[in-house]
């Protein structure tokens, strides 16, 4: 049964700093793995789709990697902005089925 | 281009009550799933719907069924409400080829 794990659980930084986000799942066998950011009250809005064969994606400021060998996943925002402030999810696709398996989400405040 | 779109935004039901929450897929989009978010909580899954047919499902029980139209829109029902029923349901579309998720902003339910 794939597990998904987020670490830190909250993380509240200073503007500008470069900061580092950790998902980890217990089953090596995914289809995908996708990062999302939620605000308060809100829907989730995409960030950023790896597929399997891929090793990372990059978006702007965000760069994701993924290592299935070891079941980890890491989100990186550079220059953190205050307007970065959310909470970051992490949501697994496992091989063979439909669903997306979530962590809990790390709650990011940046400090202006 | 069109996002995904839910309806209602907010709503309150008793306990006992049945609700149908509806949602409009993102254009070109032809799998919708249903996710639901409890407090403080990562989105659970629920069910999947391909081709108007259902394609998986949680572990959600029977009362908590579903529908997907010919235009790719589909509906969440859910019959004898309740009180941990309470939560942010969250509808996402998404193109079989990538699984990609797109969300909606949600209904959020609360159940008295």
């Known amino acids: 049964k794939q597990e998904v794990t987020q670490i830190p659980a909250a993380l509240s930084v200073p503007e500008g700093e470069n900061l580092v986000l950790n998902c980890s799942f217990t089953d090596s066998a995914i289809y995908n793995l996708q990062w999302f950011r939620q605000d308060p009250g809100k829907g989730l809005t995409s960030l950023l789709l790896?597929?399997?064969?891929?090793r990372e994606q990059t978006s702007g400021r965000l760069n994701a990697s993924l290592d299935k060998s070891s079941g980890r996943s890491t989100l990186y925002i550079a220059a953190s902005q205050p307007g970065d402030s959310a909470t970051y999810l992490c949501?697994?696709?496992?091989?063979?089925?439909?669903?997306?398996?979530f962590g809990t989400g790390t709650r990011l405040k940046v400090l202006a | 281009e069109t996002g995904v779109t839910q309806s209602p935004t907010h709503l309150i039901k008793t306990r006992g009550q049945q609700v149908t929450l509806r949602c409009s897929s993102q254009s070109g989009h032809n799998t919708v799933s249903w996710y639901q978010q409890a407090l403080g909580q990562g989105p659970q899954f629920i069910f999947q719907y391909y081709r108007e047919e259902e394609n998986g499902r949680g572990n959600f029980p029977p009362r908590f069924s579903g529908l997907q139209f010919p235009n790719y829109s589909s509906e969440l029902n859910v019959n004898a409400l309740e009180l941990d029923d309470s939560a942010l349901y969250l509808c996402?579309?998404?193109?079989?080829?990538?699984?990609?998720?797109?969300f909606g902003e949600g209904s959020r339910l609360t159940v008295l």
């Open positions: 790896i597929q399997s064969s891929q």
């Open positions: 996402a579309s998404s193109v079989t080829n990538t699984g990609e998720l797109f």
């Open positions: 949501a697994v696709g496992s091989a063979g089925t439909y669903k997306y398996i």
